[in-house]
């Protein structure tokens, strides 16, 4: 079992920037693709990136790409989102998702193909 914790989410105005983290724990020796999803209300959860277990693939939702960029440090078993050029619509709680995998595979956009999931993060972008 793996558990995932997010932390970092907040209010912010429309330009400004957030960082998001998860960090990992529990039976963290396998190696995990991870991502973040997220779900605004009344809508369906939605992919935001991924990255693969090494770190070197990444993929990302078009509509955040240029803004948002997924980082890890494996050391410390923890994934970063930073999400820079916030607009409202990126309002949302941010789920953080892993998916056992080989070394540089790059996990899915589909949420179904997940393992384990976070409790979420809100994140509120005002206009």
């Known amino acids: 079992q793996v558990q995932l914790v997010e932390s970092g989410g907040g209010l912010v105005q429309a330009g400004g920037s957030l960082r998001l983290s998860c960090a990992a724990s529990g039976r963290t020796d396998s190696r995990y693709g991870m991502a973040w999803f997220r779900r605004a209300e009344g809508k369906e959860r939605e992919f935001v990136v991924a990255i693969s277990w090494s770190g070197s693939r990444t993929n990302s939702a078009d509509s955040v790409k240029g803004r948002f960029t997924i980082v890890r440090d494996n050391a410390k078993n923890t994934v970063y989102l930073q999400m820079n050029s916030l607009k409202p619509e990126d309002t949302a709680v941010y789920y953080c998702?892993?998916?056992?995998?080989?070394?540089?595979?790059?996990?899915?956009?589909?949420?179904?193909?997940?393992?384990?999931w976070g409790q979420g993060t809100q994140v509120t972008v005002s206009s």
């Open positions: 998702a892993a998916r056992r995998t080989s070394l540089s595979t790059l996990p899915p956009a589909s949420s179904s193909e997940y393992d384990y």
